[in-house]
């Protein structure tokens, strides 16, 4: 089934914003909420639009942003208030179709840390090729606080466990926070065996650099990704986490499935990428010897916080590399 809202290639919205994650809530429980959370700059003047309609300063200050206004939805065809935050009607990035029944229950799991602005040019491009696809889905960004190298692979595992505790999805969708969709007819759906969905990027040319590239945004059935472990938890910095990903799918007797290049199109935004790590290729040399111990059943970390925002959950998480 598709939606009949679905316009194809859309027009991205590339300006720069900013996000003004305000801890506000429950301080007992260690969650916060906020009303909005994305906010705009005329050269230094910056502003947040609020829930009620009207603007307010943030209480801190940005700079060289350029300007837009984010509390408009002009994306999808849909009817809404007009206000961006009505689009996901409740805290913590939920949403669900008002009118009919939602033809997916997605999960999108977001690794992160200090990209906000990519977060948030990412969100206002994504969230509508979502709600046109009429997708019930929860958007969770898992934050590594930790000074330790970048990991995503945890971060993914975490935030697939976390994840389950809070919604009930049947579909959960690891998504880089620079990977921009260009078609809203590129589904957000899982099919019986895991799918590639990043396919062709604009810079590699809208092609498929290797067979087994399943880097990017790739999606699962829960049982699925259990059934693989997961991902690594060894893999520290830049690369090899997703190449590992594909051995394990692979011996686990799945398939790597992938929509047509011609549809599944993304802009990758500018980024300065982490540092390589000199000892993935020696793992990926053993990953399938390593996959049914290092995983999904065994990532250790620690929730820091939760923090419920407009656009999305966030789980502050570290974990203990005192070991490597």
């Not at 990035?93 to 997605?106: A, V």
């Not at 579909?171 to 809203?184: K, R, T």
Request: proline residues 3%.
């Amino acid at each position: 089934m598709f939606s009949p809202y679905l316009k194809g290639l859309r027009k991205l919205n590339l300006d720069s914003c900013v996000m003004d994650e305000c801890k506000i809530g429950d301080k007992l429980r260690n969650i916060a909420l906020e009303n909005c959370n994305m906010g705009y700059c005329s050269n230094l003047d910056c502003k947040i639009a609020s829930c009620s309609g009207e603007i307010r300063s943030p209480s801190v200050t940005y700079t060289n942003q350029s300007k837009h206004n984010i509390t408009e939805c002009e994306e999808t065809d849909i009817s809404f208030s007009g206000h961006h935050h009505a689009l996901l009607g409740q805290f913590g990035g939920h949403w669900k179709p008002s009118h009919c029944q939602p033809l997916r229950r997605i999960a999108i799991i977001i690794p992160f840390r200090d990209r906000h602005e990519n977060l948030c040019v990412l969100l206002k491009n994504l969230i509508p090729v979502l709600t046109a696809q009429l997708n019930e889905f929860r958007i969770f960004v898992v934050e590594q606080v930790d000074e330790s190298s970048f990991n995503k692979g945890r971060l993914m595992n975490i935030g697939f466990l976390e994840a389950t505790k809070m919604f009930n999805f049947d579909c959960v969708i690891f998504h880089d926070v620079d990977l921009l969709p260009e078609n809203d007819q590129n589904i957000y759906q899982c099919t019986d065996q895991p799918r590639h969905l990043s396919v062709a990027v604009d810079t590699h040319n809208y092609k498929l650099m290797y067979q087994y590239l399943v880097g990017g945004v790739l999606a699962f059935r829960p049982r699925d990704f259990r059934h693989v472990n997961g991902y690594s938890n060894e893999f520290w910095g830049w690369g090899g986490e997703d190449d590992d990903m594909a051995v394990r799918i692979v011996y686990s007797g799945l398939k790597i499935t992938r929509p047509s290049a011609e549809t599944a199109r993304y802009t990758m935004a500018n980024h300065t990428r982490s540092k390589k790590w000199a000892k993935r290729y020696i793992l990926l040399r053993k990953s399938k010897e390593r996959m049914r111990t290092d995983g999904l059943r065994n990532v250790p970390y620690h929730i820091v916080s939760v923090h419920l925002y407009t656009f999305y959950t966030k789980f502050e998480v570290l974990f203990n590399r005192s070991k490597y």
